[in-house]
């Protein structure tokens, strides 16, 4: 009777983890420079560091965008990451407003993770 219960966990872990592992975007940045255009500071404040800016829709518009933050050391290096989303989708032709809390860190990149496009009439 216990073992069903862990081969299932085992089945579940074996489905899910491949999608976890995978949180890379699938687009290279420099194809998506003909639809979008990003724009961010970094603000800080009592609190820290956070990224704001907006993203440029040059096109159609999207939903569940998700943005990758990635955190430089002062000689580029990647020592962490961030996500976040794009809340409410980004309209076409148009801009949406996104901002985050970071980590402390020289300097940051910011790229799109990963997004839908909504289709023409919705």
Same mark, same amino acid.
């Given at each position: ?41 970094? %603000? ?8 704001? &800016?907006? @993203?440029?829709?040059?096109?159609? $518009?999207?939903?569940?965008? =998700? ?10 290096? %990647? ?8 809340? &409410?989708? @980004?309209?076409?032709?148009?801009? $949406?407003?996104?901002?985050? =809390? ?21």
């Amino acid at each position: 009777m216990r073992m069903i219960p862990t081969a299932a966990l085992l089945a579940a872990l074996f489905l899910i983890g491949p999608t976890i592992a995978l949180a890379r975007s699938t687009f290279a940045p420099a194809t998506l420079e003909k639809y979008f255009t990003l724009d961010w500071q970094v %603000v800080r404040d009592a609190r820290g560091p956070r990224i704001e &800016g907006y @993203v440029y829709s040059l096109g159609m $518009a999207t939903d569940r965008m =998700r943005l990758s933050i990635e955190q430089l050391d002062a000689t580029g290096q %990647v020592v962490g990451e961030t996500t976040t989303w794009v809340l &409410g989708g @980004v309209p076409g032709h148009n801009r $949406a407003w996104f901002s985050t =809390r970071v980590p402390e860190a020289a300097n940051y990149r910011v790229e799109i993770l990963s997004f839908d496009w909504i289709p023409r009439g919705q």
